[in-house]
């Protein structure tokens, strides 16, 4: 009987703890900040991301990367197809740089695989929502960064 009663506690406690992460995932995703940053924001989270120590640049990296995927989606839905490609240009940049640095002991690295994800669902948006010849750096650059984002989820599950 006390090996019953073990096991019950066991499987409610491994359940309990799962919906709890899920609730603080779900509320992390719904706390991602999907507003379009000017010009002066983009510029301060890139010094932010560059002047980080090694550790903190992949999450501030992700966090501009996200940034300017929101600027190129409304540049490329706005008919600005080549701001939006020198932005996604600017994407694909930073997306190498989280590529390179993941070697190193990352911060906040499930925060920047969580953020990553969100990004490149909303960069599919965007693809989709272009118009036939305007997609190519888009899909480009979505790939690139799912590149990335399998990239992060290995480091989460490797830590």
Do not use: W
Request: hydrophobic share 45%; glycine share 2%; aromatic share 6%.
């Amino acid at each position: 009987m006390g090996r019953l009663y073990r096991k019950f506690f066991t499987a409610a406690a491994t359940l309990s703890l799962v919906i709890f992460l899920l609730q603080t995932l779900s509320c992390r995703a719904a706390a991602i900040d999907d507003s379009l940053p000017d010009a002066t924001l983009l510029a301060q989270m890139e010094l932010r991301a560059q002047q980080a120590k090694p550790r903190e640049q992949c999450f501030l990296y992700t966090e501009l990367v996200h940034a300017m995927t929101e600027v190129a989606g409304h540049q490329m839905l706005a008919g600005e197809t080549e701001n939006a490609a020198a932005t996604l240009k600017q994407v694909q940049h930073y997306a190498e740089l989280i590529h390179l640095g993941l070697a190193n002991d990352t911060k906040r690295l499930m925060n920047a695989q969580l953020l990553m994800h969100h990004t490149n669902r909303r960069l599919d948006e965007y693809v989709h929502k272009a118009a036939f010849e305007d997609r190519e750096t888009m899909e480009a650059t979505l790939k690139q960064l799912s590149r990335v984002e399998d990239e992060l989820l290995n480091q989460v599950f490797t830590h």
